[in-house]
């Protein structure tokens, strides 16, 4: 053979083995699409179901609650603790008495939770920090509460911050006031020597 015919085959055995090469990974393609196109196709429905299943649930929300759909109950409970410090015990609730689904917003600033001192000035809130006034996030979270549920909050005052000035005997308000214009309650509470 002569050389310029050795080296024609050389290129059509490289040609040939290019498009065998080619082939091969069309082929290789071609079955992975048969393969997997229907997996992600049944994945996609799977989660347009899931979607349609959430979006009917909260269809039945009928919107904020209203001041007549909530009972908003408040207390403080004042006890001694074994150091003979005074720790008064301060829960609010607020429970969804009609037999609809409504949401409430909730967060740093609902309720806004407040212990005023006998002269009326604030003793505390729920944005203070160490007994000292501080700056509450400004975001809140829509809570879903549904007939008959509750919402609770709770704390203790005065902090157990060693900087925190001791109360004086007297009678102090406890307040709480929801986001929503749904309810606002207070009780007092009566510090003793």
Known sequence: MRPHTINK????????????????????LLVSLVVIFPIVVGSAQASAKTVTK?????????????????????????????????VVYLQTSLKNISKKTCSIDVGPTSPSL??????GTVAWNNC?????????????????????ETYSWSSTWPPSSSTAALPTPGTYKFSASYGSGSS??????????
Do not use: H, W
Not at 114 to 119: A, H, K, Q, T, W
Not at 184 to 193: D, G, M, R
């Open 184 to 193: 606002s309650v207070s009780t007092l509470f009566v510090l003793a020597n």
């Open 128 to 148: 203070y920090a160490d007994d000292e006034p501080g700056a509450c996030p400004l975001f809140l979270e829509l809570k879903i509460l549904k007939p008959k």
């Open 114 to 119: 407040e212990v005023d001192n006998p002269d």
């Open 54 to 86: 959430k979006t009917s649930t909260l269809s039945v929300l009928t919107g904020p609650c209203t001041a007549d759909q909530m009972s908003p109950s408040i207390s403080a409970t004042i006890e001694t603790d074994s150091s003979s410090s005074i």
């Open 9 to 28: 085959v050389r290129e059509d055995a490289v040609d040939v083995a290019r498009r065998d090469k080619r082939s091969s990974r069309a082929a290789t």
